[in-house]
């Protein structure tokens, strides 16, 4: 069975003017499609067809990781926004961030952190690592997935995601992301 193209979560104006249909129209539209398609190219005749996509994305290596692996992760991202979500969580997550951070701001400042100092292309990522809350961030495809860790949050920030509505300030668009999108109800669902 061929790998698809997922719908996005919300309409395609749902995250303005934050995220403009626009920027969705060529995110999802163009690149997160492209992944799909040359992935099932590359898998076409070999083991890795008609697998699901998460082992595929744990076992395979070079071409068909990383557009498994970016498959995976562009997904994954749509969920962690909504309409209006951001600002302070909500449910189990809350008291595992103080915890884990000391602060729901501490928190913030060390994933907002994470973002901007990916160099180049890649990913911010909260996961669960051994039971434990932590931050990282993963450069071009990779993802916590192939490493142990279960990803519970994530922002892509290769300038594709936020270029036409933010230009070169990545970081107004973490910042955006935090405040206006993140979908705590999806980050608790991954717990
Ligand atoms: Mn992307």
């Known amino acids: 069975m061929a790998i698809t193209l997922p719908e996005l979560?919300?309409?395609?104006n749902a995250l303005e003017p934050y995220i403009s249909a626009n920027t969705l129209?060529?995110?999802?539209?163009?690149?997160?499609?492209a992944y799909v398609t040359n992935l099932n190219k590359l898998?076409?005749?070999?083991?890795?067809?008609?697998?699901?996509?998460?082992?595929?994305?744990?076992?395979?290596?070079?071409?068909?990781?990383?557009?498994?692996?970016q498959v995976y992760n562009h997904t994954f991202y749509w969920h962690?926004?909504?309409?209006?979500?951001?600002?302070?969580?909500?449910?189990?997550?809350?008291?595992?961030?103080?915890?884990?951070?000391?602060?729901f701001d501490?928190?913030?400042?060390?994933?907002?952190?994470?973002g901007a100092t990916q160099f180049g292309s890649g990913w911010a990522?909260?996961?669960l690592d051994q039971g434990k809350l932590k931050i990282t961030k993963t450069a071009n495809a990779d993802t916590p997935l192939a490493h142990g860790q279960k990803p519970l949050l994530t922002v892509d920030v290769w300038e594709h995601a936020y270029y036409l509505d933010f230009?070169?300030?990545?970081?107004?668009?973490?910042?955006?992301?935090?405040?206006?999108?993140?979908?705590?109800?999806?980050?608790?669902s991954n717990l």
Request: with cysteine; net charge neutral; hydrophobic share 40%.
């Open 167 to 188: 230009q070169n300030r990545r970081p107004d668009y973490l910042t955006a992301f935090v405040d206006h999108l993140i979908n705590w109800d999806f980050v608790n």
């Open 43 to 69: 898998i076409e005749g070999t083991p890795f067809a008609g697998q699901d996509l998460e082992e595929i994305v744990k076992t395979s290596k070079e071409g068909i990781f990383n557009n498994a692996a």
């Open 125 to 127: 990522w909260l996961v």
């Open 80 to 103: 962690c926004m909504k309409k209006g979500g951001g600002g302070k969580p909500t449910g189990k997550i809350a008291a595992k961030i103080d915890e884990a951070f000391g602060s």
């Open 106 to 114: 501490k928190f913030v400042e060390e994933f907002k952190a994470a």
């Open 9 to 12: 979560p919300f309409a395609s």
């Open 25 to 33: 129209s060529f995110h999802h539209g163009k690149h997160h499609n």
